[in-house]
C-alpha cells in the first residue's frame, strides 16, 4: 500500500487539536501562572530611589591667546557611566555608608566584607539611565530598605559629584601652574632682550633714541605698504588665471552646454533665448530631412534661412562676449605688471631704507617689544584665571534628590502574572501541539480514509450504551441508523446478510456496536440473530440477560443442533446465539468446517447474522471468522491505539481474503471533532430533543424524523425474510446521511 499524500492543514486542524488538548493547555497555564504567582509573592520586595543630576560637558580650563589649554573632549554617557560605577566613586560611598559592616551583619557572622564584595554588592545595586534628549543622568538605588536605596542613590550622586569637582580643580591647578611656569620663562627672556638692547646701543654709541624710533618706524611703514602690495599682486594674478581658464573653458562648449554656462555670465542678455531658438530651427531642419523633402521645398528652404539667420545672430553675440573676456583678460595683465613694478620698488626701497650700522639695533628693539607684548598677555590671563579659580564652573548638579519610595517596585505582581499567563498560554499550546505529534492514534475521520483508505460507515459519540437499555427516543439510535444504511448501500447484495464486526484491539467497542447494529436492523422490521463468536472472551450474553451454559462451543464441538442453542431475547425479531462455555479444545474452532455449515445455514433462517469476534490481532479466530462470513466491519475506537493497530488489522484481513465493508469510528468526542457531524449530531442529539428529549413539544414533528440533507445520501432496498418471514424495510425507510 502506498503512503497515503500529506493533505495541507487548515485553521480548524489546529483550533481541533487546541480543543482536544484544552485540559493539557489549561493545566499548563494554571501551573506556570501558580508557579510564577507563588515565586512573585515569596521574592523579597525591592525599593527603588532615584537621584537626578545634570551632567553637562568640560569646558577648556584654562585658554590663552584664543587656544584652549588643558581641556577635554565632550565625555560620552557611556564613558560617565563606567565612571560612576568605577572603584574610585564606589569606595568612598561603601565607606560612607559602613557597608561593610552593614551587609556582613545582615549575612550573619557578625564579620565584615571585604571591600572588594561590598564594592560589587554595590554596584549589583545601582541602575543609570539618561534621560532622552537632555544630559541628566538618573541614578537609581535598589534595596530590599526603602531607607538604604534612598542612601545608596544619594551617596553615589554625591560621591560622582565631588569626583568631577575634585578633577575640575585640579585640572585648573594644572593649567594654572603652567602659566605661572611661563610667566616666568617670558619674563626671563624679556629681561635677556632689554640687556641685548642696552648693549648694542652703547656698542653703536646712540644717545638719541628719538631718531632711531623715527627710522624703525618709518620702515614699519614702508613693511605695511610691500606686504599690502604683494597681497594685492596675489590677488590679481590668481584673477587672471580665473579669467583666462574661464575663457579657455567657454570656446570648448557647445551650444547645449553653453546655454547652462552663459547664464552666469550674462543672465540679463538675449543668449541663452538665441541658443534656444537655434537648437529649435536645427531640430526642425532634421524633422524635415527625416521626412524626405527635397532640399528645393518651401519648408526645408524657410527653415534653413531661419537656422542661417539665428546662427549669424548668435554667432555675433558670442564673439562679443568672448572679445569682453578678452579685453578682461588684458587689463588683468596690465593691473599684474604694475602691481608688479609697485612690489618691486618697494623691495628696493626697503633694502636702503636701514643702514647696515643700525640694522641689529633696530631688529633688537623690535625682539624686546614683541617679547613685552607676550608677557603682559600671559600676565593678564594668570590675573584672570586667578579670579575665575575662586567660582569654577560645576560639571555635576544634583537636581532632586533621592526620597525612600512609598511602594516596592520589584516585583511586579500584575506584570509578573500576565508574562506568566502568556508564557502559560504558548508552553501549553506547544505542549498540545508536541502531544498531538506524538499521538499516532487515529483522530478523526479523514484519517481513517487517509491511512486505511477505507470507507467510513459511521461515526458514533462517546458513551454510547446498548440500544436495548434505553428508550426508544434515544438520540443515539440515529448515529446507528447512518451505519445500517451506509451498510446497505455498501453490501449491494441482498445475499450476503452474514456480517461480523472486528477491532485490531481490545476494548475498541464493536461489541456494543454491533449489540446497537443489530437492533436497528430489527426495528425496521427485519430478523437478526447475534453469534457471540468470542469464545475466549464473552460479553453478549450480560447485554441480552440470557444464560451463556450452552453456545457455539457445543453445536460445534459437541454436535448440539443449533435449534437448542437459539435464544430469544427481550428485543422483537433478535435471536443470540451465546458463545458457550470455554473450552480448552475449542480454540480454533472457528476454522472447523463445522462452522462454514453453521454460517450458511443461519443465513437461511434470517435476514441478517451478526458475529461477534474477538480482536484482529494476536488471535487467529477474527480472520478466520471474518473471511467464513460475507462481510466485515472494522470498529476503531477514537483516538485509543496507534493507527499502526489498525493498519496491521486491516492488512490481516485483507490478507485472509475478508471483504472488508469500511470502518466504524468508535467513541468519538463531539466537543472535539464536532465540525465533521456536528449538524447532524445536534439536530438529533443535543440540539433539538436533547438526550432522552420530549418529541412531544414540537406538535408538528413526525414520529420518525428524516435526518436533515448531507453531502452524501444512500439507499438501500430490505431484503425479504427467510422461512416464510418477509422484512418490512423499503427504500424509504432505508434512506439515511453521513
Known sequence: MNPPAESSLHFLDYWRVVKVHKFVILTVILLVTASATIYTFNTPKQYVSVARMSVESDRPAVSVYGRDLGGMDMITFATQFEIIQSKEVLYPVVEQLKLQQRWGSKKGGGADLPRDIAYYMLKSKIQLNVARGTTVIEIRGWSEDKGEAAEIANAVAQAYEKYRLDEKYNEVNRGLQKIQEEYTRQQEDVRVAREKVEQLRKDLNITDLGSVSLLTGGGRLEQEELRRKESELFEAKTALKTQKLRLENLAKLDLRELKDTINFLQPEGNIPGLISAVMDAERTMETLKASELGPNHPDVIKAKKTYETLKAQLDGQLAGVMRALKIAVDEQEQKVKLLSEDVDKLRAREQVSHSAKYTPFVDAMRNLENQQTVLENINARLKQERIEIGLPRRPVRIIDQAEPAYAPSKPNVPLNISISVVVGIVLGVAMAFFIEYLDTSIHRV????????????????????????????????????????????????????????????????????????????????????????????????????????????????????????????????????????????????????????????????????????????????????????????????????????????????????????????????????????????????????????????????PEKTSPPPSSVTVAASGKPGKSGRKGTSSSSDLVETF
Do not use: W
Open 446 to 701: 479523514d484519517d481513517v480514509e487517509k491511512y486505511l483508505r477505507i470507507p467510513v460507515l459511521g461515526v458514533v459519540p462517546r458513551d454510547v450504551k446498548p440500544l436495548i437499555q434505553l428508550d426508544d427516543v434515544s438520540p443515539f439510535a440515529e448515529f446507528y441508523r447512518v451505519l445500517r444504511a451506509n451498510i446497505e448501500f455498501a453490501r449491494k447484495d441482498a445475499q450476503a446478510n452474514s456480517v461480523t464486526f472486528c477491532s485490531g484491539g481490545a476494548g475498541e467497542g464493536k461489541s456494543t456496536t454491533l449489540i446497537n447494529t443489530a437492533y436497528i436492523y430489527a426495528q425496521h422490521g427485519q430478523t437478526v440473530l447475534v453469534v457471540d463468536s468470542d469464545v475466549r472472551r464473552p460479553s453478549l450474553h450480560r447485554i441480552f440477560g440470557v444464560d451463556n451454559k450452552t453456545g457455539l462451543t457445543d453445536v460445534i464441538l459437541g454436535g448440539v443442533p443449533v435449534e437448542q442453542v437459539i435464544q430469544a431475547t427481550s428485543v422483537p425479531n433478535i435471536h443470540f446465539i451465546p458463545s458457550g462455555k470455554y473450552q480448552s479444545d475449542a480454540l480454533g474452532i472457528l476454522a472447523m468446517g463445522r462452522m462454514r455449515e453453521l454460517i450458511g445455514n443461519l443465513k437461511q433462517r434470517y435476514d441478517m447474522v451478526f458475529f461477534d469476534s474477538p480482536p484482529v490481532l494476536g488471535i487467529s479466530d477474527a480472520p478466520i471468522l471474518a473471511r467464513e462470513v460475507d462481510l466485515a466491519v472494522l470498529v476503531i475506537q477514537y483516538r485509543r491505539y496507534p493507527r499502526q493497530l489498525a493498519l496491521r488489522a486491516q492488512a490481516a484481513l485483507e490478507k485472509a481474503g475478508v471483504r472488508l465493508l469500511g470502518a466504524v469510528l468508535n467513541q468519538v468526542k463531539s466537543e472535539e471533532e464536532d465540525y465533521y457531524y456536528y449538524n447532524y449530531y445536534y439536530y438529533y442529539g443535543e440540539g433539538k430533543y436533547g438526550y432522552g428529549g420530549d418529541r412531544s413539544r414540537d406538535d408538528k414533528t
